[in-house]
């Protein structure tokens, strides 16, 4: 008898899905029976972490990964994890154990009540297969909708009894399904777009993560350089679209209407690739578009080109539109852009060193092809104007707004990318939400380097309170953590750098390891 179990590992198989991510449960365990020896799977000692692992991987790699979770319970867990997929477009299949369908009925113990229900809004389908003989089906499905663009994650609830189920047999016609999606420009719609570009006056380009996550990155550098246009990241993005050494680049744009509306002033015509229009946050009024700027937007997602409050937009493949814009328009006469003036080395702090100084450090040692996984978020625009990040796939960020993603995110990008070495550079808040990734990072001897800047507050916060003009907010700090403790205790190597100099021999020497290792840096609160 060939079991339903049997064909879906063979599909997984198949498409390439031989990685597992998951934290289980009881009714996990008929799927996780013998377990094949050609897959592996990563435990994560809370979902959040399984799920945040799966998601730096399936965006490192930019195919469907998979993770498994516990019912309802495993599930509302790793719901903060899944919104940053959802807002990462990051192509990921979560399934969950149902309760044996001889029990769901009755609501018996871990019965997960209304299945498909639980984890919207934050998955493109979700479902649980009416009878046994239709897991195949379903899990064919939910890889083809993860990858489909805009890639995002799919939720299937299976009951566990359905794992020994004899198959279907028509089910084997699913292994060798392949489903395509092709969104080219066509050729009006090429001309149209190039033939504004190539009659603007002053063009720029705001480029954003979907740029990264199809590697069209060397096609975005051609095309800025045949304009001869400037670059922005488009705000709050959570990938590196454009190298940050081009002296076309000129940094991440702010979150904010009016703040926006003020960094492209003077440009006529604002192309907009691979992000929505715009991911504000704070809320500072004002015109969305500078005087006189008319703005195009493409996207793979048809839901960002229809809630744009402003410009026109196209849905199509980044990647082939990229090229074919940078093919097609005419190289500029225009004087090419100013080189923007590199900031000053950072000043030593007294007591504590800078946010700055230790971005420096890092600069200055990590391999040009280094991977950084940033949830420092008081310090990203620091970040983003000293890291050098050059090579594609160099930057990963949380793209929800909640904490928690780097430490996860950034093992399942350092098992993804084994040739790179992966620093995450960390609040001592954000570490919080997930240290129990430093247990999975021992267990499978993954390398990454968490680096702890330790201010002992929530300095974004404290920014964000200035912002709102709101004083005496309880809950803002952080004093006490040991950091070093904490790592030891879960198996980590963890070294303090109080100084310039103790960071660059600490992270020259875990650089030179094949282990996990904690850096904590006492540094300045910026600006409190």
């Given at each position: 008898?060939?079991s339903?179990?049997?064909?879906?590992?063979?599909?997984?198989?198949?498409h390439?899905?031989?990685?597992?991510?998951?934290n289980?449960?009881?009714?996990?365990?008929?799927?996780?029976?013998d377990f094949?020896?050609?897959?592996?799977?990563?435990?994560?000692?809370?979902?959040?972490v399984?799920?945040?692992m799966?998601?730096?991987y399936?965006?490192?790699?930019g195919?469907?990964a998979?993770?498994?979770?516990?019912?309802?319970?495993?599930t509302?867990?790793g719901?903060?994890?899944?919104?940053n997929?959802?807002?990462?477009?990051?192509?990921?299949?979560?399934t969950?154990?149902?309760?044996?369908?001889?029990?769901?009925?009755?609501?018996a113990?871990?019965?997960?009540?209304?299945s498909?229900?639980?984890p919207?809004?934050l998955?493109?389908?979700?479902?649980?297969?009416?009878?046994a003989?239709?897991?195949?089906?379903?899990?064919?499905?939910?890889?083809?909708?993860?990858?489909?663009p805009?890639?995002?994650?799919?939720?299937?609830?299976?009951?566990?009894?359905d794992w020994a189920?004899?198959?279907?047999?028509?089910?084997?016609?699913?292994?060798?399904?392949?489903?395509?999606?092709?969104g080219?420009?066509?050729a009006p719609?090429?001309?149209?777009?190039?033939?504004?570009?190539?009659?603007?006056?002053?063009?720029?380009?705001?480029?954003?993560?979907e740029?990264?996550?199809?590697?069209?990155?060397?096609?975005a550098?051609?095309?800025?350089?045949?304009?001869h246009?400037?670059?922005?990241?488009?705000?709050?993005t959570?990938?590196?679209?454009f190298?940050?050494?081009?002296?076309?680049?000129?940094?991440?744009?702010?979150?904010?209407?009016?703040?926006i509306?003020?960094?492209?002033?003077?440009?006529d015509?604002i192309?907009v690739?691979?992000?929505?229009?715009?991911?504000?946050?704070?809320?500072?009024?004002?015109a969305?578009l500078?005087?006189?700027?008319?703005?195009i937007?493409?996207?793979?997602d048809?839901?960002?080109?229809?809630?744009?409050?402003?410009?026109?937009?196209i849905?199509g493949?980044?990647?082939a539109?990229l090229?074919?814009?940078?093919a097609?328009?005419r190289k500029?006469?225009?004087?090419?852009?100013?080189?923007?003036?590199?900031?000053?080395?950072?000043?030593m702090?007294?007591?504590?060193l800078?946010?700055?100084?230790?971005?420096?450090?890092?600069?200055?040692t990590?391999?040009?092809d280094?991977?950084?996984?940033?949830?420092?978020?008081?310090?990203?625009?620091f970040?983003?104007?000293?890291l050098?990040m050059?090579?594609?796939g160099?930057?990963?960020f949380?793209?929800?707004?909640?904490?928690?993603?780097?430490?996860?995110?950034?093992?399942?990008?350092?098992?993804?990318?084994?040739?790179r070495?992966v620093?995450?550079?960390?609040?001592?808040?954000?570490?919080n939400?997930s240290?129990?990734?430093l247990w999975?990072?021992a267990?499978y001897?993954?390398?990454?380097?968490?680096l702890?800047?330790?201010?002992?507050?929530?300095?974004?916060?404290?920014?964000?309170?200035?912002?709102?003009?709101?004083?005496?907010?309880p809950g803002?700090?952080?004093?006490?953590?040991?950091?070093?403790s904490?790592?030891k205790?879960?198996?980590?190597?963890a070294?303090?750098?109080?100084?310039?100099?103790?960071?660059?021999?600490?992270?020259?020497?875990?650089?030179?390891?094949?282990?996990?290792?904690?850096?904590?840096v006492?540094?300045?609160?910026?600006?409190f």
């Open positions: 008898m060939t339903v179990h049997d064909v879906t590992y063979d599909l997984l198989r198949r390439g899905v031989t990685t597992i991510f998951g289980p449960g009881s009714n996990e365990l008929p799927f996780l029976k094949p020896a050609d897959f592996r799977h990563f435990l994560g000692l809370h979902e959040g399984a799920v945040g799966a998601d730096g399936a965006q490192a790699t195919k469907p998979l993770v498994n979770l516990h019912s309802a319970a495993g509302g867990n719901m903060g994890a899944l919104a997929a959802w807002n990462s477009h990051t192509p990921l299949i979560l969950a154990g149902q309760q044996t369908r001889a029990m769901i009925g009755v609501e113990l871990l019965t997960n009540l209304d498909t229900q639980l919207r809004p998955v493109k389908w979700s479902y649980e297969p009416a009878i003989q239709d897991v195949p089906l379903a899990m064919s499905r939910a890889l083809h909708m993860a990858a489909l805009p890639s995002g994650p799919v939720y299937l609830s299976v009951p566990y009894d189920a004899e198959a279907e047999p028509q089910s084997s016609a699913l292994l060798d399904r392949q489903v395509h999606a092709v080219s420009f066509d719609s090429l001309s149209r777009v190039s033939e504004r570009l190539n009659a603007a006056r002053n063009p720029v380009l705001v480029l954003g993560p740029v990264d996550a199809r590697r069209a990155n060397a096609h550098v051609r095309l800025a350089e045949k304009l246009a400037p670059v922005w990241a488009a705000p709050s959570p990938r590196c679209p190298p940050t050494t081009h002296p076309y680049f000129r940094g991440l744009l702010p979150a904010a209407i009016k703040g509306s003020t960094a492209l002033a003077g440009h015509l192309l690739v691979g992000a929505p229009v715009f991911r504000y946050h704070q809320y500072e009024p004002g969305y500078p005087d006189g700027a008319d703005l937007a493409v996207t793979s048809a839901q960002e080109a229809a809630r744009a409050p402003v410009g026109d937009a849905v493949d980044i990647h539109t090229q074919a814009l940078a097609n328009v500029s006469e225009r004087s090419s852009p100013t080189p923007q003036e590199r900031p000053a080395p950072a000043e702090g007294a007591v504590r800078s946010p700055e100084a230790v971005l420096d450090v890092i600069a200055a990590a391999p040009r280094a991977i950084y996984v940033n949830e420092s978020t008081s310090t990203t625009n970040l983003w104007r000293r050098p050059q090579e594609p160099s930057y990963y949380g793209a929800a707004g909640g904490l928690g993603f780097a430490m996860p995110a950034a093992l399942g990008v350092q098992l993804a990318e084994p040739s070495r620093i995450a550079i960390i609040g001592d808040g954000s570490a939400y240290i129990t990734a999975t990072a267990r001897k993954i390398p990454v380097i968490f702890i800047l330790k201010n002992e507050t929530y300095g974004a916060l404290r920014w964000f309170a200035e912002v709102l003009k709101v004083d005496a907010v803002l700090d952080l004093p006490g953590i040991d950091f070093l904490l790592a205790g879960y198996g980590v190597k070294v303090s750098a109080p100084t310039t100099g103790d960071l660059k021999q600490t992270l020259t020497a875990a650089l030179g390891s094949q282990a996990p290792t904690l850096i904590e006492p540094t300045l609160a910026e600006g």
